[in-house]
């Protein structure tokens, strides 16, 4: 047997480690993002401020990853993009983090994106995102929302965005956002 061999029960522990609320990984279908998004209001019907904000920026990662994921896989004649989204909890944040696969060609766009996003107080954001829905101006030809998910996930966890790339190849990078949502507001 490979020492590199895929352990399921080792991942499991770590995902265990890690106070994983809900974790999915594979194709992101309607019915999946539904699914989802029905647990995470059942989970968090005590904590309602916290879980609006969760709720709201779990629906834009999803998003991210139904339209422009490169990984894709077919089932029963439709295709879907695939993804993975991990909603986990520290002492005072629950954490969300998406990834998926992207072209390398995305990374300095995606980078730039965050790194703007990140240097803009809350004001400066919502302006943002107004001249986005009228011009366009951060869209490109992959993007079907003018980057206006990203601005919106910063707002609504008034939190920086992190992101993470990987390569995979020579063309394909894995891209990882996480964004923090502060506990009971």
Wanted: charged letters at 25%.
């Amino acid at each position: 047997m490979s020492s590199k061999k895929f352990s399921f029960f080792h991942h499991y522990l770590s995902l265990s480690d890690e106070d994983v609320i809900i974790s999915y990984k594979g194709p992101m279908s309607d019915v999946i993002i539904h699914e989802i998004s029905k647990e995470i209001q059942a989970k968090f019907a005590q904590d309602p401020k916290s879980g609006k904000k969760i709720y709201s920026i779990f629906m834009e990662l999803a998003q991210n990853i139904f339209f422009y994921s490169s990984e894709s896989t077919t089932l029963g004649g439709n295709t879907y993009r695939i993804g993975s989204i991990v909603l986990s909890q520290e002492s005072d944040n629950y954490v969300l983090t998406a990834g998926n696969i992207v072209d390398k060609k995305w990374i300095p766009v995606l980078w730039d994106k965050c790194e703007m996003i990140n240097s803009m107080d809350r004001e400066a954001l919502r302006k943002l995102k107004f001249e986005q829905k009228d011009t366009g101006e951060m869209s490109t030809e992959n993007s079907k929302g003018a980057g206006i998910g990203l601005i919106q996930i910063a707002l609504t966890s008034a939190q920086p965005i992190s992101i993470e790339f990987r390569d995979i190849n020579d063309n394909k990078s894995f891209f990882a956002l996480s964004v923090s949502v502060k506990k009971n507001l």
